[in-house]
């Protein structure tokens, strides 16, 4: 089993940057596919980004390519999203979670273990 705590979160203006993390513990970290969710109030969760096992494979939602980066440090067991240029429509509780192996999977179902979740709020 892997347990999740993302941080990070807080309140930024449009154009601001954060940086989430994901810490995972467990030994098995490495032999994960990794992505972010996130989830806005009255909405389904949404596909953020995903990181293969060795970080040398990403995939991002087009609503974020460009802005957002993922990566991972394996011998930290954590991953990261770097968000700039935040927009007002960036707001959502932020959420890590253990994938497949393919990279490009989207559905939130098919993630298997997540974290409890970081706000991010983006004022206009």
Request: charge should be positive; include cysteine.
């Amino acid at each position: 089993q892997v347990q999740l705590v993302e941080s990070g979160g807080g309140l930024v203006q449009a154009g601001g940057s954060l940086r989430l993390s994901c810490a995972a513990s467990g030994r098995t970290f490495s032999t994960y596919t990794m992505g972010w969710f996130r989830q806005a109030p009255g909405k389904e969760r949404e596909f953020v980004a995903a990181i293969s096992r060795s970080g040398g494979i990403t995939y991002y939602a087009d609503s974020v390519k460009g802005r957002f980066t993922i990566s991972r440090d394996n011998a930290k067991n954590t991953v990261y999203l770097q968000l700039n240029s935040l927009k007002p429509e960036d707001t959502a509780v932020y959420y890590c979670a253990t994938g497949p192996f393919d990279v490009s999977t989207i559905q939130p179902s098919l993630y298997e273990y997540w974290g409890q979740g970081t706000q991010v709020t983006v004022s206009s």
